[in-house]
């Protein structure tokens, strides 16, 4: 099937247009697809087509698809963008390559513990819950100095903080849309304004992802449009 290449190939070129038109420089944002509830096969696809990072929110779902792909485990990124519990921190720690979704340092915490040794170091992004999010999880916008500077604090050989995420409502216009990101951009900047070298904005989905580049956004999560609708 040649759809998800061509679908990969639209999503691109959305993100090249949104890069273009605020000026930023070309490649300066990262395509994370999101393969949730899609099998096995439509990652092999995408990797076939190029794509090498990939978005899972399920622990058990994703251990299953790494299974299947192992033969590729080393060309793959893998990024867990769904929620953690603490109880399930340590196949994450052993299998994951990125971890979008910390919003407690225990978990941060227990990575670091569980981070096997000679493995690079588990690559972290504190969730925040801006205004118009979406769930309940993420840390409150306050509390984000505080929780950073404990993660930093945590051994750097296993595991680095990378930089913010986060999920906004879905909006009906662009500048509703553009606000949180905005918000999670301005949040960036303050904690390099506090001398954090943070480097990552994940935010912007297969709906929004226009006005998170317009925002700043260095990655965007998209499923839909690269996989279509999810079983
Ligand atoms: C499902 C999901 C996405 C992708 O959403 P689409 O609308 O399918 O692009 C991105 N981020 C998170 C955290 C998700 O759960």
Redesign the pocket.
């Known amino acids: 099937m040649e759809t998800i290449a061509k679908a990969l190939q639209q999503v691109k070129r959305r993100i090249d247009g949104a890069v273009d038109s605020a000026g930023r420089a070309p490649g300066s944002v990262q395509l994370l697809a ?1 393969s ?1 509830l899609q099998p096995a096969g439509a990652v092999q696809q995408a990797f076939e087509a190029g794509q090498r990072d990939f ?1 899972e ?1 399920y622990v058990q779902e994703a251990l299953d698809k790494m299974a299947e792909l192992s033969d590729l485990r080393l060309q793959l990124t893998w990024h867990l ?2 929620p953690l519990q603490s109880n399930k921190t340590r196949p994450v720690a052993e299998a994951f390559d990125w971890v ?2 910390v919003d407690r340092l225990k978990i941060a915490q227990r990575l670091a513990d569980q981070r096997p040794d000679g493995m690079a170091p588990l690559q972290l992004c504190l969730q925040v819950n801006v205004s118009g999010e979406a769930s309940k999880h993420g840390v409150a916008p306050a509390d984000v100095l505080q929780l950073a500077r404990g993660v930093m604090a945590l051994p750097p050989d296993r595991v680095r903080l990378r930089g913010l ?1 986060s ?1 906004p409502e879905a909006a009906d216009n662009e500048a509703a849309r553009r606000a949180p990101h905005r918000e999670l951009r301005e949040l960036l900047q303050y904690l390099h304004g506090a001398g954090l070298p943070l480097d990552t904005l994940s935010m912007g ?3 929004d992802l226009e006005a998170a580049v317009a925002e700043g956004s260095t990655m965007v ?6 996989f279509g609708a ?1 079983g």
């Open positions: 999101v949730k978005g929110n963008i769904g979008h979704t995420m999920i989905m297969s709906g999560r998209v499923g839909t449009a690269v999810r």
